[in-house]
């Protein structure tokens, strides 16, 4: 089943909170759209595309790590017959992998694309009948919000995939403290984190040969168009992404090609060759900031995982004492 959440999610359209975020952003300087709307049906189907990018490792590292870790992962904080919630589940390809190890009794997959989750979701319930499963469309991103028929304790959140990157360093804290304020004494958090490593091997995972994040990046044009009622032309837009040192992150951009006015009801904003829209960034961090991170938040780490070149790391976290 899949429970719709009109209010974050994409179900009724159009939906005057994104308009709302896209307009304030357009009008903004710097200019900038945030990053969660980049997930309509087909900006969810490309970054599908995207994780099997040679160039884009951190799928498959993670993968790599989890299916070598399993089991310490269960044998540091005990989740079997668990509520496995997870979230930005995508295409719901993570999880599922891992029944075998934590065999939940209910798996509670959340994204924003409503659309793309209902199909996923029926799919995956035909693949393992013996798990209840609960598709939730919502924007978590902004409040994390669970219906009523999900289980309570134990319950296990899944956020894999690195995404807690996409939030500014403060956000990422206020993020998890909403994901604390869900968690029982017997609650265990499981996440991805990207690493601060070499800029070139980053710059690469974010603009790849083929042009699949940069078709990526520039969908979330046609999202802005189709919900707020733009007109943008994507063709004429140029990706742009490079790594920040100073700040650890990889940011995203949308470069004007020609001079063009975007024009909406009620409203336009002219730009010129060369003017940008900020779409991404991508925190990296440090095993050991990243485990501030979660203190402050009110977590505390129960395991840690990294590959052999220190490019990613998956924790496991508890609600501290």
Not at 16 to 32: E, I, T, Y
Not at 71 to 82: F, H, I, M, N, Q
Not at 116 to 126: I, K, N
Not at 170 to 190: E, N, S, V, Y
Request: a negative charge.
């Amino acid at each position: 089943m899949l429970k719709q959440e009109p209010e974050d999610g994409h179900a009724q359209l159009p939906d005057p909170q994104f308009r709302a975020d896209v307009l304030r952003g357009l009008r903004d300087r710097p200019r900038a759209i945030q990053a969660r709307w980049f997930y309509d049906l087909r900006g969810s189907e490309l970054f599908e595309q995207i994780t099997a990018l040679p160039e884009y490792y951190p799928t498959r590292t993670e993968a790599a790590l989890l299916v070598a870790h399993a089991s310490a992962l269960v044998a540091a904080r005990d989740v079997t017959g668990c509520a496995m919630i997870d979230l930005g589940a995508g295409a719901c390809d993570k999880a599922p992998p891992l029944f075998a190890h934590v065999r939940p009794r209910q798996y509670v997959p959340v994204d924003i694309s409503t659309d793309y989750l209902r199909d996923v979701v029926l799919r995956l319930q035909a693949e393992h009948p013996e798990v209840h499963m609960v598709g939730v469309g919502a924007d978590f991103s902004r409040a994390l919000t669970l219906p009523e028929v999900v289980d309570a304790a134990p319950r296990l959140f899944f956020y894999p995939g690195s995404s807690i990157g996409n939030f500014e360093p403060r956000a990422a804290r206020d993020f998890l403290q909403r994901i604390r304020a869900h968690m029982g004494a017997d609650d265990t958090l499981w996440i991805g984190v990207d690493l601060v490593k070499d800029p070139a091997v980053l710059e690469r995972a974010y603009d790849d040969v083929l042009g699949v994040t940069a078709a990526f990046n520039r969908n979330i044009l046609q999202n802005v168009n189709r919900i707020a009622g733009a007109d943008f032309a994507p063709a004429t837009w140029r990706h742009v992404s490079h790594y920040d040192e100073s700040e650890q992150r990889i940011e995203m951009h949308l470069e004007a090609t020609v001079d063009t006015t975007v024009r909406w009801e009620g409203g336009e904003r002219r730009f010129a060759v060369g003017d940008r829209i900020h779409t991404e960034n991508s925190y990296k961090y440090t095993v050991s900031s990243f485990r501030q991170l979660l203190e402050g938040a009110g977590l505390r780490e129960v395991g840690v995982w990294t590959d052999e070149r220190d490019w990613f790391a998956f924790f496991a976290a508890a609600p501290a004492a």
